[in-house]
């Protein structure tokens, strides 16, 4: 079984970013700044009710608008449509304003239907159905473990909540989109994606090609957060449009296509009642929940649960339970993967009954907590945690805090089960009698730092600089790996660089003859190669990975009971990842989700109308992000276990943050806040202030 | 081109309703609108140009761009679509995220909500005019220091932001940070490094609390 040095010059330590001086110099080429010869704009009608049967798309007068080369629809003849944003047409043009013009020129005749836009609502019998014939919520069995009725008559304490979440919008800054050229020697496709490889096999699917004259490339992209893996239907549409014009198409969606049409988190509506016995051991836990995953969750309706079934009762051990989960279909664009899909609202949902538990038995939280999750890592950093932040001077009594601004504190846990690397990863490494080194993969960057990874790990095993190292990734054309999901990117590209670079040493070693080619050897062992280049082909190891990351996190706020604003004054963060294969970078991920988990806490939801069906909030100037000024003081520890390997944490570090922060808001006030995002008109009713508002119903 | 209004289109001109209100109204309320009529008759004589394409002629990082654009075109489909420089990025076209961050004489603006035709004579600076001879600026340094970037999509905005502080402000404290970057959004979270990056261009030291703790 291979293992990973233990004494090293960059695995866990700092190497700056590789790819940073493209971005910060506007040189990095993302899949919307390519400039192919000849390039077109594209652009998607979409459909403008939530529900209708389209009868007729007339083109005719798009195609005449001076600049307009061609106009296509996306299905031929009658159809249905299920959601405010559907695509129903595309155009491509010399410029962008002839695309707008060409989307208001195309004429639609369509026999509206009637809509539901609110899981609550869809759920009634007399409910207008998403799916014909179909009902729109799911009909589960709830499934039992133990004797619930029986250890809830015999807990010390029981509470009951109903918890909410909303709809939350992955919003990447770039957009979903591709740059697509079709010639007769096949597809070329600048996608922004997190899976090349799926986006080639999506792309050769929609468009009836071979996989081989499908090459998709993705050198730089602009975030995706689970949103932009397969299908990749604006893709596909760019395609269609390059083979009519005859030249490439750029295709990227505006921020409103965004907000409609390219995935979400599910909602979460979790009424659930949990009891312990008096020292806090909890005994029994009864979990009925509903959410809506937009229209591909409902009844009998194709798409599984789309993320909408909550794994509970999370992390902790509670030997009785009842769990219950129905899923809705409501006109609405559909889920996608989002960042630890089902988790946040899991451990939101959880850590709070945990709090409003440990009020009752008049626990500490923490303590309640150490008494229940069977973990011994995140028992371990609860107790670090509880140093460093100094949890047992800040936290008080519920609603002790004085005076108009009231201070408080909260915690939860996060358990992420991926993270692991995929076994299918391959990659090679091409030495160049000159002593210069590629290694390539097809894998790609979201923004975490998998090229600097890379970098790092070549660097160690070849006793070289990670500068010296050329990256190549994002293209099909390199060895296959997976797409980015899971957390699964560092643990699979970090064994197989480590596979490959092994095997490039050991073939160097022997054709040039010397017995350590590594560093001050590396450039005489690399020029006896002659003229030929030495390529090696290598592939991810089982022993040098794991899965399965451990946090725990601590927020303290402020809340002004007056206007109702929660500001957060501090979080602290202990993560285990494993084998820290870069410190620079995975620091950045853990402030990453920790933001996200802060907007997901405090500011986002996708607002729905009852009336028209539409998406109210499809912007940033109305859809709310974490800005600087929100950003609180992040206190990161990284808990360094390099015996377990590589373990991903981009999804895990955003799953606690929400959780820590309402039960930080609800220790503050006194009172619970029992819906995400906690708004200040929301605290303002909880502190009976103002009359509960019947706007947001998310 | 459209042709200018005629002066007697119609019985009743804005002109002569201009003119029969100055007679009849007094003093003060007649020099006011005759100082409006007079601007309509300004406006009306001078040229309406679009909606084709005109020329258009924009000074970008110290080079002319000669381009050919209908007067809606807006900076930044200027800079993306008609040149080469894809340094700003378009991330909402509504002045709500400012990844299209440029300066327009040293001012950092949102180039998705300035018009070509009104950035002519003015000095644009956009990212990629700011390293000279491949050296980073002190800002673009900071930020590569401080990782102030994941998918460095919303970069380009911030780098302009907080080069435009600096330049009007070299010693910034937290708010005037805050503030400066108050209208660029980062959806990796990238901020609290922006915050170090902002601060340690400005020659303020901050480093890393972070603490690796072995779990054996």
Not at chain 2, 6 to 33: D, I, M
Not at chain 2, 95 to 116: E, F, H, K, R, W
Request: aromatic share 6%; with cysteine.
């Amino acid at each position: 079984m291979p293992s990973w040095p233990t004494e090293t010059k960059y695995i866990s330590h700092s190497t700056l970013r590789i790819d940073a001086v493209p971005k910060l110099t506007g040189q990095a080429r993302y899949s919307s700044d390519i400039q192919a010869q000849g390039w077109l704009y594209g652009m998607i009608l979409r459909s403008k009710w939530p529900a209708a049967k389209i009868t007729s798309i007339n083109l005719e007068k798009a195609r005449a608008i001076p600049g307009i080369k061609a106009a296509l629809t996306v299905q031929d003849g009658e159809r249905t449509v299920r959601y405010y944003g559907e695509e129903l047409a595309a155009v491509a043009g010399t410029t962008k304003q002839a695309c707008l013009d060409a989307l208001r020129a195309i004429e639609v005749e369509a026999k509206p239907l009637p809509h539901v836009v609110h899981e609550t609502e869809a759920m009634k019998d007399d409910s207008p159905k998403v799916w014909e014939g179909s009902p729109n919520a799911s009909n589960p069995k709830p499934s039992d473990k133990g004797d619930v009725d029986k250890a809830f008559a015999e807990c010390a304490a029981v509470i009951e909540g109903f918890y909410t979440t909303p709809v939350q919008l992955h919003h990447p800054m770039e957009t979903h989109g591709s740059t697509v050229s079709w010639t007769d020697d096949g597809v070329t496709a600048w996608v922004s994606t997190q899976g090349v490889f799926g986006s080639r096999d999506a792309l050769a699917g929609g468009l009836k090609l071979e996989q081989s004259k499908v090459r998709v490339l993705s050198e730089f992209m602009g975030g995706g957060f689970g949103a932009k893996f397969p299908p990749v239907l604006e893709s596909v549409l760019a395609a269609r449009l390059s083979r009519e014009v005859k030249a490439p198409v750029r295709l990227m969606l505006t921020r409103f296509d965004e907000a409609l049409a390219v995935g979400n988190r599910p909602s979460s509506f979790q009424k659930i009642k949990l009891g312990a016995s008096a020292d806090g051991t909890l005994q029994a836990f009864e979990f009925d929940n509903y959410g809506t995953g937009g229209l591909g969750s409902g009844g009998t309706t194709a798409g599984g649960g789309s993320g909408v079934n909550l794994p509970q009762p999370y992390i902790y051990r509670v030997p009785n339970t009842r769990v219950k989960q129905t899923v809705v279909a409501i006109n609405a664009g559909g889920a996608r993967a989002f960042r630890a899909p089902a988790h946040p609202p899991a451990s939101y949902g959880m850590e709070c009954a945990m709090d409003d538990l440990a009020v009752k038995l008049g626990m500490d939280p923490v303590e309640l907590r150490l008494k229940n999750d069977p973990s011994e890592i995140r028992q371990r950093e609860y107790k670090i945690g509880i140093e460093r932040f100094g949890w047992k001077e800040k936290y008080k009594k519920p609603g002790s805090s004085p005076g108009v601004v009231k201070v408080g504190v909260g915690c939860g846990g996060s358990a992420w089960s991926g993270g692991g690397g995929a076994r299918t990863t391959q990659g090679e490494a091409q030495i160049n009698p000159d002593g210069s080194i590629e290694v390539r993969l097809g894998v790609q960057d979201l923004g975490t730092g998998t090229k600097t990874v890379i970098a790092v790990v070549a660097a160690e095993i070849l006793g070289l600089k990670p500068e010296q190292i050329t990256v190549k990734i994002g293209d099909t054309r390199y060895p296959p790996g997976p797409g980015s999901g899971g957390s699964m990117t560092c643990p699979s590209v970090a064994p197989t660089v480590f596979d490959v670079c092994t095997k490039t040493l050991e073939q160097l070693q022997t054709q040039a003859g010397i017995a350590d080619a590594r560093g001050e050897n590396w450039f005489s062992a690399c020029k006896k190669l002659g003229v030929n280049p030495l390529v090696v082909h290598g592939q991810w190891q089982p022993g040098l990975s794991d899965s399965r990351a451990c946090g725990v996190q601590f927020a303290e706020v402020e809340v002004d009971t007056e206007t109702g604003m929660v500001t957060v004054k501090k979080i602290t963060c202990i993560q285990d990842g494993g084998l820290i294969v870069n410190k620079n970078t995975f620091e950045s991920q853990v402030n990453g989700g920790i933001i996200m988990g802060m907007g997901y806490a405090l500011y986002e939801e996708r607002i729905m109308d009852d009336l028209s069906g539409v998406v109210l909030n499809p912007n940033f100037e109305t859809y709310k992000v974490s800005g600087i000024g929100d950003i609180p003081e992040i206190d990161i520890t990284l808990l360094n276990m390099p015996e377990r390997g590589v373990i991903g944490i981009g999804e895990p570090v955003t799953i606690p943050t929400a959780s820590a922060i309402a039960n930080a808001v609800a220790n503050a006030i006194g009172v619970r806040v029992s819906s995400l995002p906690i708004t200040p008109a929301k605290v303002l009713a909880a502190l009976g202030k103002v009359p509960p508002s019947t706007v947001s119903k998310t | 081109m459209k042709k200018p209004e005629t002066e007697n289109a119609g019985s009743f001109s804005r002109r002569t309703f201009l003119k029969s209100l100055g007679t009849t109204a007094v003093a003060v309320a007649a020099t006011q609108a005759n100082a409006v009529a007079a601007e309509l008759e300004k406006a009306n004589t001078e040229k309406i140009i679009g909606p084709n394409a005109v020329p258009v002629t924009l000074k970008v990082n110290g080079e002319t761009l000669k381009l050919q654009l209908e007067p809606r075109v807006t900076l930044l489909d200027a800079l993306r679509n008609y040149s080469s420089l894809t340094g700003a990025k378009e991330g909402c076209d509504r002045a709500a995220c400012g990844a299209c961050t440029v300066m327009i004489d040293d001012v950092p603006v949102y180039s998705c909500q300035n018009l070509a035709i009104e950035a002519q004579g003015k000095a644009i600076t956009t990212v990629e005019g700011l390293a000279k001879n491949g050296n980073l600026t002190k800002v673009q340094q900071a930020f590569l220091e401080k990782d102030a970037l994941m998918c460095g999509y919303c970069t380009p905005g911030f780098v302009m932001s907080v080069t435009a502080l600096l330049r009007k402000n070299p010693h910034p404290s937290v708010d005037d940070v805050k503030h400066a970057c108050a209208g660029n959004i980062c959806r990796c979270g990238t901020q609290p490094r922006i915050m170090e990056a902002a601060l340690q261009a400005s020659g303020v030291a901050c480093n890393s609390k972070t603490e690796v703790i072995d779990y054996a």
